[in-house]
Nanobody, 121 residues
Framework: QVQLTESGGGLVQAGGSLRLSCAGSKSMNTMGWYRQAPGKQRELVADISSEGVTKYADSVKGRFTISRDNAKNTAYLQMNALKPEDTAVYYC??????????????????WGQGTQVTVSL
């Protein structure tokens, strides 16, 4: 029902930068970026509340910045000083609230299709 469309992945040398975008089809509560490297579990990279409160994994703190434009239902992940260990498929996630048939608030979650980020030596 709710679509998230990602863009911005690519190949970059260590020390370079990339900016990921995640556009939602509707307003989201918390939006976040996760990543999954080969042989590893998907992990939270960063998230941001609708009010702009942010959280970062220790491994990216100080290098990555998450932001959002609520008018565009879009979240961004600015990635600087990239390292080879940042190589992964990056997935955008968005939480949204909806009223079910019984008049109760319920939380839905959507995932982007994933975008490959490859950082070379």
């Amino acid at each position: 029902q709710v679509q998230l469309t990602e863009s911005g992945g690519g190949l970059v040398q260590a020390g370079g930068s990339l900016r990921l975008s995640c556009a939602g089809s509707k307003s989201m509560n918390t939006m976040g970026w996760y990543r999954q490297a080969p042989g590893k579990q998907r992990e939270l990279v960063a998230d941001i509340s609708s009010e702009g409160v942010t959280k970062y994994a220790d491994s990216v703190k100080g290098r990555f910045t998450i932001s959002r434009d609520n008018a565009k239902n879009t979240a961004y992940l600015q990635m600087n000083a990239l390292k080879p260990e940042d190589t992964a498929v990056y997935y955008c996630n968005g939480d949204y609230r909806y009223l079910n048939d019984y008049g109760e608030w319920e939380v839905g979650r959507s995932w982007g299709q994933g975008t490959q980020v490859t950082v070379s030596l």
